[in-house]
């Protein structure tokens, strides 16, 4: 399942990734936008099996959408 919402708030953040941790099947959701970016990076952690990225932070698709090199290795995302 795929679920992408764009952040309001910063604690938009926390219902997505509560949302990941309940789930009982392999979920990838997160937020858009810049208030939204922790949760793309985080959400790993709830049990998401994967994020999206971009090629390159300038390559990005959508808004808040962080570059395969960023997530690697600024934020060690396997």
Do not use: W
């Not at 509560?18 to 709830?46: E, N």
């Not at 932070?57 to 570059?67: C, M, N, R, S, W």
């Amino acid at each position: 399942v795929k679920l992408a919402v764009m952040a309001r708030t910063p604690s938009d953040n926390f219902r997505v990734l509560k949302l990941v941790a309940a789930s009982t099947v392999p979920t990838t959701a997160f937020c858009m936008g810049d208030l939204g970016q922790a949760s793309r990076i985080l959400i790993a952690r709830y049990g998401a099996p994967f994020t999206y990225a971009a090629e390159s932070d300038e390559a990005a698709v959508a808004p808040g959408q962080l570059g395969f090199d960023t997530l690697r290795d600024l934020y060690r995302y396997e």
